[in-house]
Structure formats: structure tokens, C-alpha cells
């Protein structure tokens, strides 16, 4: 029994260090399969473009000169194209519902300052979660109520000398050194509200027209559906041109039809012909009290290696006003999704464009190949949008019809009262 009891020992001393390389070896890789798995199913997947991500070699040639500005100079490259063309250009500033601030940036107790829309605003959450907007700017010495202010009740208080603006109004009804408010001590109050996690503005040129509904078109998320994600894109070119693509027929199969994996490591891998998107589309506006609404449907299928058709995909959506794009996915291969665009002008011709992705859990995987799909398919786009120019009156083909039918039907968004380019830009012609 002794000597088995030794055999043992010696077996052991010899093979520990053996056996403790392997146990670290098979620990580490439990760790790094569940953390995989972890970040597959439950961590949202996030693609950023800013315009200065799109570098011509002009800009990589300037990259170290003196007084270099990424972001400005590519603004300013890209508007050097249509300079010519504003003349031609609609109101930079549609009338409608935008959304300008995910729900989950902003904590009750908060302020933020938001500039959109040719306007700087503060938005505020109280501790009863509701939300209040305003002009940003205090009417007494002009501090940024947005930038240190505090939140009260449903105030806000200015961080420079604690006057006091009620949200419901914009009235100041409090300055703690005065025993009286001056007349007229208020800022403008925005009419807002909060759908699907974000929170919208209602922007109009008439101060009187009454908002039309957004909260019963944008529809409820599945209770079954979790947030997989978003991409975010930062795009010269005018409001109207980027929902326009939906009535757009002929583009998607232009421009949409190469795999979406195309470009130089396909090349490499001499995968072109892995196969191609095809594409039907089919865009309605609606009349009467839901004239605000305009229907898009797609059909899609994947022709893999020039023989087989896969990956179809029915997707039928509303256009909701000028900013906000709502579509159902149904697939054999990803269940039912949906995506949500949100289009927010931030200057005349700088359009910020969100897409938000929801679906079941158990799709995590697929989604975010999707959402990787779907990010590069609409650069291609931006690639169009960012150096083309806006012709109010384009010559058509007659396959085109649908194109001016949108054009009369986004007319709708525009009023006497709008601004022009020039006066967005205060640039006299």
C-alpha cells in the first residue's frame, strides 16, 4: 500500500507542472470562448463614420500642414462641389418630427445641449422622467443652460447666476439675488416627446401648426426584441436627397447589387463571384389626414455563385415625415427585424443619419452580420451623396415616375415661412 501510495506521489511531482500548464491553457480558453459568446449575444455592435473618414488624396497629402482640421476641411472640400448649385436648393430645415437625443443618453436629474436644426437647445430630464426643451441660451447674460446647468423640479437653472426656467413655458420664475423677474425673462419652449428610446423635437416654420401623430406609425417594439445595435453616419449633402433613395427605383439594383463584402480583400481572394443582391422595390405616398406617410416595399434575394437564390427578404416600411424611416424585415435566414433611420440636419448640408437595429435574442449572431451588411450597402450611398449636387428640376426617365412622386409629396414638408439656404447660412444673394 506504501509503495502504491509513493508510485502516486512521484507520478504527480513529476507531471504537475505538466498538468498546471494545461489547466491555465484550458481556463484561459473557457475565459475567451465565453467571452465571446458574451459579446456575440448581449454587446451591441456600433459602426461610426464621421465625414473626415472619407480621405481624398488631396487630404493625405495636407494631413500634417500647418492648421490642419480634419472635419472642417472635409466639409469644406465637399461644399466647394455645390457652391454652385445652392441657388437650387430647398429649405435646409423641412417641417416635421426629428429625433435628436437617444432616451439612454440622458439620466433624470440631467442636462444636455444639443445643436441641430440651425438651433442650439437644452434638453432636460426631471426626476419624474419627463422631458423638457428649450432654447439653450439664457436672455440675461447668455450662458449655455445646456453646459453646467442643474435640473429642479422642472426647471432648469443656469449655471452663470442660478435664474431659474420652468420647462413647461420657458418662463423664468426664479433669480435668487432679485426680489422680481424682468418681463419678458423667458426662452423658447420646444414641443417634444419621447418614442421607442429616443427623444424627438417638433420642428415648423409656422409657429402654429399643431403636431401630427408619430408615436402610432413608428409602431411598439416586440417585447421579444432587445437592441443588437446601430451605425451612425455623418453626411454632406441636403435633408431630402437621403429619403429620396426609397423612391429611388433604379438605384438599388445601380448601386446595391454587388455582394456586400465586395471591394479589395474580395479582390485578393478572387471571391467576385461569391454572387450578387438583387433587388425590387416599390414606394406609395399616402393622402388624406395620413398624407405625412409614405409606404416602401422591397423585395430582396441573394444569387450565390450566379445559380442559387437565397437570403430573400421582404421588407416593407413607412417614411414618417422627412426625418424618420420605419422598416420590418422578415427573412427565412434572420426572423423578423426592425430598423429605425433617424435623419437630423445639424447645418444646411450636414445630415446626421442613425440606424437602430431590434430582434430577438437568439439571432444575435446574425444580426450583427447584418448590421455590418447593412453599414457597408449605405456607405455606398454616402460615397454618391457626398459629391453629387441637388438639381430641383432633374430630366427623368419615365421609369423615374416614383421619383416625382416623392418630390410633390416632400414638397408638403416645406412652408411660406421656411428658411431659405442663404438666410440658414446668412448668405446674401
Known amino acids: 500500500m506504501a509503495s502504491y501510495s509513493l508510485f502516486w506521489m512521484l507520478l504527480l511531482k513529476n507531471n504537475w507542472k505538466l498538468i498546471s500548464n494545461d489547466f491555465v491553457i484550458y481556463l484561459w480558453t473557457l475565459a475567451v470562448t465565453l467571452i465571446r459568446i458574451y459579446w456575440i449575444f448581449f454587446v451591441p455592435l456600433v459602426w461610426k463614420k464621421d465625414l473626415d473618414n472619407e480621405k481624398c488624396s488631396f487630404l493625405r497629402k495636407t494631413e500634417n500642414a500647418v492648421g490642419y482640421n480634419p472635419k472642417r476641411d472635409t466639409i469644406n472640400r465637399l461644399r466647394k462641389f455645390k457652391i454652385q448649385k ?10 416635421g418630427w426629428y429625433g435628436i437625443l437617444k432616451s439612454s443618453q440622458l439620466k433624470a436629474g440631467e442636462a444636455t445641449c444639443v445643436s441641430c436644426l440651425g438651433e442650439d437647445l ?4 426631471t426626476k419624474k422622467n419627463i422631458v423638457f426643451i428649450l432654447d439653450a441660451y439664457c436672455p440675461h447674460l447668455g450662458a449655455n443652460l445646456g453646459i453646467g446647468g442643474s435640473v ?7 449655471p452663470f447666476h442660478q435664474w431659474k426656467f420652468r420647462g413647461t413655458d420657458g418662463l423664468c420664475i426664479n433669480i435668487p439675488y432679485s426680489t422680481s423677474v424682468p418681463k419678458g425673462s423667458k426662452v423658447k419652449k420646444w414641443i417634444s416627446q419621447e418614442v ?3 427623444i424627438f423635437i417638433w420642428y415648423h416654420a409656422e ?7 408619430l408615436r402610432v406609425p413608428m409602431g411598439e417594439i416586440d417585447d421579444a426584441f432587445v437592441y443588437h445595435g446601430h451605425n451612425e453616419f455623418y453626411i454632406n449633402c441636403h435633408i431630402q436627397e437621403i429619403p429620396e433613395n426609397g423612391a429611388d427605383i433604379a438605384h438599388f439594383n445601380a448601386i446595391h447589387k454587388k455582394n456586400f463584402i465586395n471591394g479589395s480583400w474580395v479582390q485578393k481572394k478572387r471571391l467576385f463571384g461569391l ?16 398624407k405625412y406617410l409614405a409606404e416602401v416595399n422591397l423585395n430582396h434575394y441573394f444569387k450565390l455563385f450566379g445559380k442559387f437564390d437565397c437570403f430573400r427578404m421582404e421588407v416593407s416600411g413607412k417614411q414618417i415625415g422627412p426625418s424618420i424611416v420605419c422598416l420590418e424585415v422578415n427573412s427565412y435566414t434572420f426572423g423578423k427585424i426592425k430598423v429605425v433611420q433617424y435623419i437630423t440636419p445639424i447645418e444646411p448640408l450636414l445630415q446626421k443619419v442613425v440606424h437602430e437595429f431590434y430582434g430577438p435574442r437568439w439571432i444575435a449572431p446574425l444580426m450583427k452580420i447584418f448590421i455590418y451588411g447593412e453599414s457597408l450597402m449605405f456607405e455606398r450611398d454616402i460615397s454618391i451623396w457626398n459629391h453629387k449636387v441637388f438639381h430641383r428640376n432633374p430630366i427623368l426617365a419615365k421609369e423615374d415616375a416614383s421619383i416625382k412622386k416623392f418630390r410633390l409629396w416632400f414638397s408638403q414638408f416645406y412652408s411660406s415661412n421656411s428658411k431659405l439656404y442663404s438666410e440658414a447660412t446668412n448668405i446674401g444673394w
Open 207 to 213: 409657429q402654429t401648426e399643431l403636431p401630427w401623430d
Open 152 to 158: 429642479a423640479d422642472d426647471c432648469v437653472i443656469c
Open 275 to 290: 454572387g450578387s443582391h438583387h433587388w425590387k422595390a416599390r414606394w406609395s405616398p399616402l393622402v388624406g389626414k395620413l
Open 196 to 198: 421607442d428610446g429616443f
Open 86 to 95: 445652392i441657388i437650387e436648393l430647398p429649405p435646409p430645415y423641412p417641417n
Open 122 to 125: 437644452v434638453i432636460f430630464r
